[in-house]
């Protein structure tokens, strides 16, 4: 099941240490997630530049990329994933378009983060791989809501937590499934990490955000918890038995 950026979901909350700030239809959340910034030309920048176009070759063969440059005080470090099932071509669309994005909205912030349908994009100048982010997260929920939100809530749970059991299993740490929820409704959901953390890591940031189902997305039809470091989605479709 491939996701798509569905113009059902309306609503959104973003939240952090700093403000988020909600982009158009591509790009979803991004934020300057530090007040510290940098000299333009200086040496954090030349150190940036490089990294982030060091991520756009890495990122796309794999999905994932991330690295370091430079040296304290101006040594950065960056990431980007993308979502599991983008092609090579799309990934590597999303990271470019990402990093450009990010330096615009955040010209001279020396740490940040944006996310888009396909791909995220983070950088700062504390070392951060293999720690899971949650200072920069935010929800997204359908605004319809379920006949039975207490039954559908449950199973919710229960895939997402079957899908964070099987994601430590997976090279990718990203993995997918659906459950029936009846003769013609099917639940699809989506777990992803990013690849500086363990699958132990991973594991323990998948079951921190699905706690919060209940505050993100009670008896919602679909909805998201993205952070820094990982993300579910799930959804109801209709499906005809044959």
Known sequence: MSFSNSASFLCLLAFSLLAHTVLGADSLVYSCSTPENFTANGPYEVN?????????YQAPPKGFGKGSIGQYPDKTYGLALCRGDASNSDCKTCVVEAG????????????????????????????????????????????????????FNGKTKELLT??????????????????????S??????????RDLSSAVCKKCLDGIIGELPSCCDGKEGGRVVSGSCNFRYEIYPFVNA
Do not use: H
Request: aromatic share 14%; glycine share 8%.
């Open 185 to 194: 409704t099917k639940l699809y959901g989506l777990v992803q990490c990013t």
């Open 100 to 151: 450009g994005e990010i330096r615009k909205l955040c010209p001279y912030n020396k740490a940040a983060i944006i996310w888009y349908d396909n791909c995220l994009l983070k950088y700062s100048n504390d070392g951060f791989f293999g720690q899971i982010d949650n200072t920069n997260k935010f929800y997204m929920w359908n605004v319809k809501v379920v006949s039975e939100p207490a039954t």
């Open 162 to 183: 079957q899908l964070a059991n099987k994601v430590q299993a997976t090279p990718k740490l990203y993995a997918t499934g659906e459950m029936e929820l009846g003769e």
């Open 48 to 56: 940036l530049n490089k990294l982030t176009g060091y991520l756009y």
